[in-house]
């Protein structure tokens, strides 16, 4: 069974500075994607970026972007320019060929003014 | 589109009353999944359909817990009879499976049920 690892319980960063969050992974898999989400306090789950194991590019979405390592099965994500919306909870999730989505446990990101 | 609709956003209920949490996926898509969050366990998966069929239910805690998909845009999750440490907030997802690609799974807003 896969599983996702998230060593970092809560994270503080300043505004305008630079923070990344570590993600780790175990699977005997060659094919899958690695995922980001946001939940704010509103609770919402809001996709972040994705990563597809096939593609040695890192994703970046605007202020976002990741550091893939799949030899290490390493999925880190880095938020630049932080901004206080940023504060939220963070989880990487593993997901197989069948769609099923595996968690890590999260780490809460402050951002400080 | 309006996104992944759940409801109620919160419940409350006693112990020992059957709670029925309802979710209308966005249209078009296929896959629909019933998650779980507490503060213990994180976010855990309970249930996933493909094309109204349940495929996975070893999620699911126990037989009081069961869910349904009668058609492709209405699913319901129902825990009978609940429990004090049923209480969680459960989190309805959808997405669209096409050929062997799983597509995002884009979340409701949840529902918050505390059973006292």
């Known amino acids: 069974a896969q599983t996702v690892t998230q060593s970092q319980p809560e994270m503080s960063v300043q505004e305008a500075e630079t923070v990344t969050l570590s993600c780790t992974y175990d699977t005997s898999e060659s094919d899958y994607y690695l995922f980001w989400y946001k939940q704010p306090p509103s609770r919402q789950m809001i996709l972040v970026i994705r990563q597809e194991a096939y593609k040695q590019q890192n994703a970046t979405e605007n202020r976002f972007s990741v550091n893939f390592q799949k030899a290490a099965k390493s999925f880190s994500l880095k938020i630049s320019d932080s901004q206080l919306g940023d504060a939220a909870m963070y989880f990487c999730a593993y997901r197989s060929a069948d769609g099923k989505l595996v968690f890590g446990a999260g780490t809460i990101l402050r951002v400080k003014s | 589109d309006a996104g992944v609709i759940q409801s109620p956003r919160h419940e409350v209920t006693e112990m020992g009353q059957e709670v029925t949490l309802r979710c209308k996926p966005i249209s078009g898509h296929n896959s629909l999944f019933w998650y779980r969050q507490t503060m213990m366990r994180g976010l855990e998966l309970l249930i996933y359909f493909n094309n109204n069929v349940p495929i996975d239910d070893s999620g699911m805690p126990e037989d009081r817990f069961s869910a349904k998909m009668p058609n492709a845009s209405f699913s319901t999750l129902k825990i009978q009879p609940s429990e004090p440490r049923d209480s969680a907030v459960y989190f309805c997802?959808?997405?669209?499976?096409?050929?062997?690609?799983?597509?995002?799974?884009?979340f409701g807003p949840g529902t918050r049920l505390t059973v006292t």
């Open positions: 997802a959808s997405s669209l499976v096409s050929g062997d690609r799983s597509g995002e799974q884009y």
